[in-house]
């Protein structure tokens, strides 16, 4: 959990309210949060650049809409710090002045494995700056087809390539547990990133308010009656009396408080869950209704830093608790152990608590026709990480011969196990 | 995940000038993603009430400062949320061009339109749409020439008879408000003619059809 944030008694000092406001915005807490946040966004990095890639050569090269010089001219020259004076600063970009496909291909590239790592957290230390320079780069050399989706990736990334994301959630950190450099609980980190990016949500939802101020139809509760009758917006069919008064009143002023509280109450924890809850079903309504991609998933993705790493931790063994019946219990019988560096890594792998370890047991290691079993099937659905890295194979578990090595179906809480074995032994006959 | 329990202490206090740098941050991306004023506001139109002095001053005072725009701009943590705001688009656009041939025939080239894509596309080429959002305004003029090049490009298969000339148009149709009739016919007006740069295509080489 973060440190609590208590509020200054009156009377107490200038030292003591700083001291509040510090804790809230540097206190330690757990990384889960920041981990899941950097799995969520580099993965919608992943298929962002995935949606740019059929189109690179119309976008990014000398062939395209938009010429490398072309694009220089539109985002504008250098900048000056100090005004004045001759002193120039520019953009950060490093293909500027860089047309060559052949390095230009592979520099996309790059990035695109780069945002994989930064999902998978597989050196993230410098994954996720790499994709976050890269990211601002294809940003500076083609300003004129950004969306507000690029918009918030591009920032975001930028402050996860500042934050220790990878010290949760991560191959990085199973590494790390499988080699014991890293302790049993992932270190408390700062959580300034945590809060940079709900400062910025807030800042997203509250500037969007403040201009709709501006505005003749949000006033009058017909804004989304234009927004429903765009065609090239169109998506999937919603029925037509959603876009006819007074649905169409309640949708614009609802967007309105949704947004306002996004940017407000959302700090006021009693409120925090159904706010954002409010902040989802509109996002998905708007993704579900109207083409714009990404940007829905980018912005949900981001009401995880609403929550501490503990609460999310507690959440996600919530989750397992209701899948108790398909838990697995890998038995190891007697004289055998389980190799350490499993025993290590195997909590930091198993996010729902799904899978666990019975030693010492006695019983039957062979099934009816002589092949092993395999103890771990099913174990990628319960950890889908071991899976990915595949270690979930019966030899990277145990110090012995696989055959002495087996899944025993007796126990009531092992009743997933039961039917899987059930249903191994009837394929193996 | 799966990993909660008790959380200690920071092993290590974040230093105080990270913290200056910090406050520093949040303080230049709020500037920049304030509103920009109205433009009654701007030119003194209309008087400012409330917040609007806020907007003004930023707009004036802050958002031009060296330093913040530096930090801002070349970081890439520049930003701006108006999506559909202050107003949403009251009108449905779309654009295409005519491609003229050398032989004189002229093709209608369909720039991919987001309401003629099956959902599975409209996704991934939502850029287009987004791109020509901007490119039709005459204040992106110094789009068009390359827009226009790249369309003869797209269009160029055969280096016997190659396109001479491209006719941007934009598309559009506005949307009725509540209560009046809905038109069903788009409004077309050629934006730009561009002629093509012959030694830039036969560069760029023809495209199988």
């Known amino acids: 959990m973060s440190e609590p944030t208590r509020r200054p008694s009156q009377g107490a000092s200038l030292a003591d309210r700083w001291a509040v406001v510090d804790r809230y915005w540097f206190g330690a807490g757990s990384p889960v949060t920041l981990g899941l946040f950097r799995i969520l966004m580099c993965g919608l990095c992943f298929i962002n650049l995935a949606y740019l890639a059929p189109d690179w050569e119309a976008w990014f090269s000398e062939k395209g809409y938009i010429p490398a010089w072309l694009g220089q001219l539109w985002l504008g020259g250098n900048l000056r710090p100090f005004q004045g004076s001759n002193f120039e600063i520019p953009r950060l970009n490093v293909l500027n002045g860089v047309t060559d496909p052949r390095i230009t291909i592979p520099f996309f590239t790059a990035l695109v494995v780069c945002s994989l790592l930064g999902c998978v957290g597989w050196g993230t230390r410098w994954a996720v700056p790499v994709l976050a320079i890269g990211v601002v780069t294809l940003h500076h050399r083609d300003i004129a087809i950004l969306h507000g989706g690029d918009t918030l990736l591009r920032v975001t990334l930028i402050y996860l390539a500042v934050s220790p994301c990878g010290r949760a959630c991560s191959v990085d950190r199973l590494v790390g547990r499988w080699r014991g450099t ?52 169109f ?37 925090r869950t159904p706010i954002l809850i409010a902040g989802v079903i509109m996002h998905q309504y708007i993704d579900y209704s109207m083409n714009i991609p990404l940007f829905s998933f980018l912005m949900i993705s981001t009401y995880v830093c609403f929550y501490d790493g503990d609460e999310i931790s507690a959440f996600a063994r919530r989750i397992g608790a209701h899948f108790k019946a398909h838990r697995l219990i890998v038995r190891i019988p007697n004289g055998f152990k389980l190799r350490p560096e499993f025993e290590r890594m195997l ?62 179906p007796t126990t009531s809480t092992n009743q997933g196990t039961s039917e899987s074995h059930r249903r191994k032994t009837k394929a193996s006959r | 995940m799966g990993e909660g329990g008790k959380t200690p202490s ?6 105080p000038y990270f913290k200056i740098f910090f406050f520093f941050n949040l303080v230049c991306i709020t500037i920049w993603a304030l509103p920009q004023p109205p433009a009654a506001l701007k030119s003194k139109g209309v008087q400012p009430v409330g917040s609007d002095w806020i907007l003004l001053f930023n707009d004036e005072h802050l958002k031009t400062n060296g330093i913040v725009q530096t930090y801002v701009l070349g970081t890439g943590l520049w930003q701006y949320w108006d999506m559909f705001a202050p107003d949403p688009a009251q009108i449905d656009f779309y654009g295409d061009a005519d491609v003229v041939y050398r032989d004189g025939t002229v093709k209608t080239y369909a ?93 760029d080489g023809p495209r199988p059809q």
């Open chain 1, 182 to 233: 890293e302790p049993a609980e992932p270190a408390p980190i700062s959580v300034w990133p945590q809060r940079l990016v709900t400062y910025q949500i807030a800042l997203v939802y509250f500037t969007t308010v403040w201009i709709k101020y501006y505005g003749v139809h949000w006033k009058d509760g017909t804004s989304t009656w234009y927004t429903a009758r765009l065609a090239e917006f």
């Open chain 1, 235 to 271: 998506r999937f069919p919603v029925p037509g009396f959603f876009n006819q008064f007074p649905i169409v009143q309640m949708t614009t002023y609802g967007t309105l408080a949704v947004e306002f509280s996004l940017a407000t109450l959302v700090f006021f924890r009693p409120l």
């Open chain 1, 347 to 408: 909590p930091a792998a198993d996010p729902f608590r799904l899978v666990s370890i019975e030693a010492g047991v006695a019983g039957d290691l062979e099934s009816g026709d002589g092949k092993p079993l395999l103890v771990t099937r099913g174990l990628w659905w319960r950890s889908p990480i071991l899976a990915i890295l595949g270690l979930g194979t019966p030899k990277s578990l145990v110090e012995c011969d696989v055959r002495t090595v087996a899944e025993t």
């Open chain 2, 10 to 15: 920071l092993p290590h206090r974040v230093s």
């Open chain 2, 111 to 203: 720039y991919p339109r987001m309401a003629d894509l099956p959902i599975a596309l409209k996704g991934p080429k939502e850029r287009y749409r987004k791109f020509f959002e901007r490119v039709r305004e005459d204040k992106s003029s110094r789009l068009w020439p390359s827009f226009g090049q790249r369309v003869a490009l797209v269009n160029y298969h055969d280096p016997k008879n190659p396109p001479t000339s491209v006719r941007i148009r934009r598309n559009w149709l506005p949307v009725a408000p509540p209560g009046q009739k809905q038109e069903t016919e788009y409004h077309h007006y050629v934006f730009f003619e561009y002629v093509v740069d012959q030694a830039m295509l036969q560069k």
